[in-house]
């Protein structure tokens, strides 16, 4: 089995057809269909089934993808490294986060990023806690930021930050709420909230079943932009964490109401696989992205004022002040 040979085969199984895998490694097809064959006779088992559709992969393709995807990862970090040779970081990051996350710090710190690294190449997937947690531990990405799980995970964990999750509502709802809302009273309300399939909605229930409250929401949906569009519109309200609509509340867009008695939060965590080491671009994007929640962190500490938005004035400026201290942090370390 030639290295040569597993690059072929990671390529044809994330390209799905010949003509595009071969495309890809500027080789010609029957080059590529040649080692193929000879891999698949080497392993004893058939791991592309061939149609008109493509090449569809076998389980034992499948399985061999997940074994070796991380190798080629390793692989191409330790050449990054070797072959570095001005000081400047270089290479791909590739991680996952949580959309709530991403809306609320993402833009600010990829501007950052690219202007302190503008030859590393970037790609950022989101989705649920469980499914980025899944791709670390079989190599299809390098590390994620998710809600912290309420299993034990064979991974690297390491906490960010704790988050309040606060109550949403529209700027016209018909209901004159207080800054601090019970957490009992919310049910009463017309509520949008995510699915039970989404890590938030599991962490909001788990405290529903603390305080014996059945939040049983009128509409449900996974899509967090969806639902914020929806409580500014109508007469929903909604639970999320304070991060996700900053820019919302800064602009007026929405009344955001503390909710206690619990005080409603969520633990944001970094995920890492124990072994396989980061590539110095992705710890980088890391350590950077970290500061960037953790400013936000201490920016939303701040209280809600009576009857509506975020408080402006002095804590924007702390905000701010929280931010660009911890980003001179990073350029010191840097």
């Not at 791909?92 to 600010?108: R, Y």
Request: aromatic letters at 4%.
């Amino acid at each position: 089995m030639e290295f040569r040979q597993i690059q072929y085969f990671v390529c044809l199984f994330e390209e799905g057809t010949v003509t595009r895998a071969a495309k890809r490694l500027n080789i010609v097809q029957p080059a590529l269909s040649m080692q193929i064959a000879k891999l698949e006779e080497e392993v004893g088992q058939r791991l592309f089934d061939r149609s008109t559709q493509g090449m569809q992969p076998t389980a034992a393709g499948r399985q061999m993808y997940r074994l070796f995807l991380p190798v080629l990862r390793d692989f191409a970090h330790a050449r990054e490294q070797v072959m570095r040779t001005d000081g400047e970081l270089g290479g791909h990051v590739n991680v996952g986060m949580i959309a709530s996350i991403a809306q609320g710090v993402l833009s600010d710190m990829l501007i950052e990023f690219s202007m302190r690294h503008p030859k590393v190449n970037v790609t950022l997937t989101d989705g649920y806690s469980t499914m980025l947690a899944d791709w670390v531990a079989g190599g299809q990405i390098e590390a994620a930021i998710i809600n912290k799980p309420r299993r034990p995970l064979a991974l690297n964990v390491e906490h960010i930050a704790d988050e309040d999750l606060v109550l949403l509502t529209s700027v016209n709802h018909h209901q004159a709420l207080p800054a601090n809302v019970p957490f009992r009273m919310v049910p009463t309300l017309e509520l949008a909230l995510p699915t039970r399939h989404h890590g938030l909605r599991g962490i909001l229930e788990s405290f529903a079943q603390a305080e014996d409250v059945d939040l049983a929401p009128t509409c449900e949906t996974d899509s967090i932009v969806s639902i914020v569009k929806l409580v500014e519109r109508t007469q929903f309200a909604t639970l999320l964490p304070r991060v996700a609509v900053r820019r919302r509340l800064e602009r007026g867009h929405l009344r955001c109401h503390n909710v206690v008695s619990p005080r409603l939060s969520r633990q944001v965590v970094c995920v890492t696989h124990p072994r396989r080491p980061l590539s110095p671009a992705t710890t980088a994007f890391l350590a950077m992205l970290n500061l960037h929640i953790r400013a936000l962190e201490g920016e939303s500490s701040t209280p809600a004022r009576e009857g509506g938005t975020q408080a402006g004035g002095v804590s924007e400026t702390l905000g701010e002040q929280a931010a660009q201290a911890a980003l001179a942090q990073l350029r010191g370390a840097g």
